[in-house]
């Protein structure tokens, strides 16, 4: 597979929705090859702690690509067949600028003077990048959770620009009970005095303990009461009865543990403050007099919408507004609630029923529209 | 209302379930008038963060007791009729025996040199308390969330010592997920440097921010997605737009932060490790093989099992494991699953149909057994 990881610098700084201008520049990955009349681009959109190692190993944490099951060759997202782009989102922490970035008019790290950055400021910044590629119209954007919100928002505000879209445990907007919890974790994180008011890279302090406090507490959002119990139920970590202490008697807590741990080693906290205030700032139809139908009116757009019956954190209900909206406009909407007992993370997990939709959706629009047929040279 | 404050000074320590004994006393309100043959006395087993001001004002908070809608005169526990007894628990905080008491031992405060206490200990401590008052046998034990896991511990370990038992909004075991809420609370509350590996009170420190997002993310799973999104939604904060920052922009945070705080005013952290620590240990059928039927076998207690529908803390299904087993072993069981949207919360709130199921319960169970008839002097 032809795999390429580049910095897309852009000259012109963008124009935020707080009103800010900013340069910046995004760091992305690219697997498979752009076709010359550039129709077959799909540009995956990553989840809140996730990034552009979509199918390669992240050079941080040496685990392979996040969904290296469904983008390669001959996958779901077949990179003999199409141009895949990944770009860390805007505020992240892997490249892209964000507030770990230094800020060019002071030479310091920006830390919390790096303007709040919208899912809509991320897309902008993604438009830019597909501008670069001299790429009129992309033949998917797909993502996941988080990269779901920015799938629509391209759906929303780049209508002409892409051709189909596939959001997934994803909402049209952030549920209280959502921003409930990341304000637990943005708590978890300024609580630490390491933290420093975020100014903690200058100091050479780290609020590794509250990063972990807020990545454990998203980390059982993630997961179905009922994974949770068939996976780790009441069993006890290395230990044949109760300690009667502190310790992580069960194997449950020593799951989170590891999990808030491992995580303060590859994500900035600071990224993590921003990017979870950008999803909770998403709400698709505000833009639009509060109607999510005046969102997608005269769409063109093919849609996949798809979801997890075990998922709380971005229920089915939140997928069927969506498609709701969708057919209330006549677009063309199919919607596909897997059976799933995997809760939020199934959509990076090895899910059979979302593989055969994702792959029956882009072939069967690719076939529409003669993308990636035997007359392209790919 | 004959109401009444007092401590139960235990001349004899009690042996706990990790082995070790300890002296300790409970701290308890009465509520109503016990009659002379000792038949009317209903003990109140309070959850978590409850304590025995159960209807009356708590001196910490100057707030009405917690079940003043529900205990009183005339009320579904009328005080006209019965003897009501609250204790706040062992390991808690407001009179009882806990980690911020002084270890008699060696004078200091105790903080996490205090043994680890269990759900069948604290239970162990109230049933020496009702030896105290001379009653062979309590009317009724009724407790919500944690209180429900004393009620039914009371049911299997103490079966000739009660008449009948409410547990409402429980579950016989703390599920994994339960597990992981809690563990985040407790890691929040050790990140905080000014937990001081428990030593705070010793080094007059407070650990009050891990404490408050301790608090925090408990809150969240108190109440139901639904009720969270009807009662705060995306509304804003004294604000009329986003303000691109971190302030509490939505209510839903703006809530969430002022239940944290004001929870450190009333609440001793290593108390709350503790409490929690009790939960996740509580595993009712572990003792009996595995078997919860068995921890019922042979039982005459009368039992009124209450759940509400929109509790994801402690879901109607684990109500109906216990209805199961209690069918199973041919006792007498009512089951009734409250129709509410408000979560967990629920068994504090003015839920009717629970109001009429506690009456109904007591009032038949009370004519059956000739408690409180009017041959009885109260």
């Known amino acids: 597979m032809n795999h390429q990881s580049d910095i897309f610098i852009d000259s012109q700084p963008i124009k935020l929705d707080c009103g800010k201008q900013l340069r910046y520049q995004l760091s992305y990955d690219t697997y498979g090859t752009l076709n010359p009349n550039k129709t077959n681009a799909i540009l995956i959109c990553h989840a809140l702690t996730g990034d552009q190692y979509v199918a390669s190993t992240n050079p941080v944490t040496q685990k392979s690509g996040w969904w290296a099951n469904l983008v390669g060759p001959g996958l779901p997202i077949d990179t003999d067949k199409y141009f895949v782009i990944c770009a860390n989102v805007l505020g992240g922490c892997l490249g892209s600028t964000g507030p770990a970035s230094q800020n060019p008019d002071t030479g310091k790290i920006y830390g919390l003077d790096f303007p709040v950055v919208t899912v809509f400021d991320m897309v902008r910044a993604q438009a830019r990048l597909i501008d670069h590629f001299n790429i009129d119209r992309l033949f998917s954007v797909i993502g996941g959770s988080m990269g779901g919100m920015l799938v629509l928002e391209w759906a929303a505000s780049y209508k002409s620009r892409i051709l189909s879209a596939i959001p997934i445990a994803t909402g049209s907007r952030h549920s209280s009970q959502n921003i409930a919890f990341h304000e637990v974790g943005r ?94 700032y998403f709400d698709l139809a505000a833009k639009f007099d509060d109607s999510l139908m005046s969102a997608f009116i005269d769409t063109d757009i093919r849609f996949c919408i798809i979801s997890f019956t075990s998922d709380w954190l971005f229920p089915p209900e939140e997928s069927k507004l969506i498609a709701q909206a969708l057919n209330r406009v006549a677009a063309n909407v199919s919607y596909v609630e897997v059976n799933s007992p995997k809760g939020h993370d199934a959509f990076l997990l090895d899910e059979p029923e979302m593989f055969s939709a994702v792959s029956g959706f882009l072939t069967s629009t690719a076939q529409k529209y003669n993308i990636c047929d035997k007359g392209e040279n790919l």
């Open 187 to 280: 708590q978890a994180i300024m609580a630490d005095p390491n933290w420093q008011s975020g100014n903690y890279h200058s100091l050479n302090t780290s609020p590794a303990k509250g990063l972990a406090v807020a990545r454990m507490a998203a980390h059982i959002t993630y997961m179905s009461d009922q994974s949770l119990q068939q996976k780790f139920g009441r069993n006890l970590q290395d230990r044949d009865s109760i300690s009667f202490g502190f310790d992580a008697d069960f194997q449950i807590e020593s799951y989170l543990r590891h999990q808030g741990m491992s995580f303060v080693d590859r994500f900035d906290a600071n990224s993590y403050l921003y990017l979870t205030r950008a999803m909770d």
